[in-house]
């Protein structure tokens, strides 16, 4: 989603040219350029595909919706499966129109993952709870940190649900750093990306992500985290940015790679070519 | 400041006139009337002055920006002192320009309160620091949750420093009725404020807050939690509201005093004018 003004191909051929060794897709892109053709693409690009988002919006309480959001989901797992990875991404759904419910809508996400975790796991598929920012909690995903997303996911085994630490979602939150450790002793941090926190945030606060190194997170610090908890997998960017997007995608990707150098892998006192 | 376009004359006429007992103030009006005018005006109509907002932006770095805070700080006090307010609300500050540091900035927080507090205290005046939502931690106020604004009070007196909850701020969280209930258990509750979270957050997240009843807050629920944890005091709403500001301030002010019956204090059987 980085470069979504990139087809598909032009991001694989990008990820090849600047060394990028792997990709989180986003389920648009992948229909939009065909199932199938993708996973085939990415595997003989010799890219790793690290996570499929997403899966979720598990919070209706209409049977019809609530059924339809589970068929949804259904076909994710089949789809990550497809792409080689094993981690489905899940962002939980919002409040439904009129309800004031925090605490039901996160109950009827726990429901819905005692549905699917079970069918991800006959697909080698990993569930990845992913709490957003509080200032989604109504819109978007009540699951607004990482110590909700593992009550949710403790009563599954780890194989089948884990989390997502995002530092944009968590890096306000001074109790973050003792729920990645308790993630990590369980096996269940599942995923981690990496996007900065920028003001003044915009209109719908949806894409604003920052740039690496643009904003107030320190990235070398989370990551700091989720190693000491144990966490090998891949680190992706995920930057939701309306001005990175009005850009060419190939430029934006080789300055993403050059911030992830300088902010994320280098140690401080490196000589680094941004 | 949910009707700062009416004068303090007009302000202080349209509460007696629609009944409502007691009024927040917020320093820049106060100091546009004049502070003893403003004074005289309220306890001359009547009206208990519930808080005076705001004191706080304690994260300088700089010396000398420190020094001007902690001067203004006492300002404020002297200011509540002279209203006849009890309570100065506190809002901590961002992240200083260019600093990733929040622990740091918290820290100095803490530091700055623990010269204001005995000073508040001579002047009959609690400080009640008022966490905000962490979409606002970078740039406004680094203090986020109940949780963290109790750490820091816990240090003091409750008599000295206590917490303001704004349903707006914490609605989201799943920890802060049991947080209500420890700052209640401890006296340290010095402050109750309703606003209701709407959807799509404006440009700056800070003039969309929603008129009690159009949002996702249940305003009894968060008054329970309150007065199961002992607070007797005013209940304030605060609504900063571009839509508000812009229509005539004894229209919003009495749609406010009705919004405040439906959803605050009848109970949900009884008949009520809205």
């Not at 993630?183 to 990496?194: C, D, K, M, N, V």
């Not at 926190?197 to 690496?212: A, I, K, M």
Request: hydrophobic residues 40%; aromatic residues 6%.
């Amino acid at each position: 989603m980085t470069v979504r003004q990139l087809s598909m191909p032009e991001l694989v051929a990008a990820c090849v040219q600047l060394g990028v060794p792997g990709v989180g897709l986003w389920r648009d892109p992948v229909h939009a350029h065909g199932l199938a053709a993708t996973a085939e693409l990415v595997r003989d690009a010799g890219l790793t595909v690290t996570t499929l988002c997403r899966g979720g919006f598990f919070t209706a309480i209409d049977p019809q919706e609530r059924a339809r959001a589970l068929a949804g989901n259904r076909r994710a797992v089949e789809e990550a499966a497809t792409l080689g990875t094993d981690t489905l991404v899940l962002v939980s759904g919002g409040l439904p129109a009129g309800s004031k419910d925090l605490r039901g809508a996160r109950e009827r996400v726990a429901d819905a993952l005692a549905e699917l975790g079970p069918y991800a796991q006959r697909h080698g598929v990993r569930l990845a709870i992913e709490p957003l920012h509080p200032m989604y909690a109504a819109d978007r995903c009540v699951v607004s940190t990482l110590a909700q997303a593992l009550d949710l996911a403790e009563r599954f085994p780890a194989h089948q649900v884990g989390i997502t630490v995002d530092t944009y979602h968590v890096w306000w939150d001074d109790t973050a750093p003792r729920q990645i450790a308790r993630a990590g002793a369980a096996g269940r941090i599942h995923s981690f990306q990496l996007a900065d926190w920028t003001t003044p945030l915009p209109e719908g606060v949806l894409n604003g992500r920052g740039q690496l190194g643009d904003g107030t997170i320190d990235m070398r610090e989370w990551k700091g985290y989720v190693e000491a908890a144990g966490y090998t997998g891949p680190i992706e960017v995920e930057l939701f940015n309306d001005a990175l997007w009005a850009r060419d995608g190939r430029e934006v990707l080789a300055e993403t790679a050059g911030r992830f150098v300088t902010h994320v892998t280098s140690r401080p006192g490196d000589a680094v070519r941004p």
